[in-house]
């Protein structure tokens, strides 16, 4: 993500809001905030990708990957991100023996929390936090849509 001088001055980003990472299919990443105008999160990452979601681990502890469930399905394009920040397990077995996994379509990269009821769910991530992980993943995103 590049970013220049203090991020509560950009465009569009404020520090004290929550945001996902989306990281597209045609190679761009954004970032956009996580919560709808009725505070849930589920409608907000059913638009982000296009339909019913999937939750996977990502290759960063306590972040996760949303995807379109059905995206395979629907033959949604590969995604340029998979390999950098999905490691599926290979296929041991059958005719699928050494077949690895990628992800289709839009993916939201989003962190673990735990919810009022002491449940794990996922949140948005704070500027701070978006900030690391797109350096981690060597992203540049504007700022968020």
């Known amino acids: ?73 629907k033959r949604l394009p590969s995604n340029p991100f998979s390999p950098h920040i999905y490691l599926p397990k290979p296929a041991k077995f059958g005719d699928y023996q050494g077949f690895v996994d990628v992800l289709v379509g839009d993916i939201v990269i989003a962190v673990e929390a735990v919810n009022r009821y002491g449940e794990r769910d996922l949140a948005g991530m704070t500027w701070e936090a978006a900030d690391k992980v797109a350096k981690c ?9």
């Open 1 to 73: 993500m590049e970013v220049k001088g203090p991020a509560r001055k950009r465009k569009g980003v404020n520090r004290m809001n929550k945001y996902f990472i989306v990281l597209k299919t045609d190679g761009s990443a954004v970032l956009h905030k996580a919560l709808s105008e009725s505070g849930d999160l589920l409608p907000t990452l059913q638009k982000l990708v296009g339909g019913h979601i999937e939750v996977v681990p990502s290759v960063i502890p306590r972040y996760f990957i949303v995807l379109n469930e059905e995206g395979k399905l």
């Open 137 to 145: 993943l060597n992203l540049q995103m504007p700022g968020a849509g």
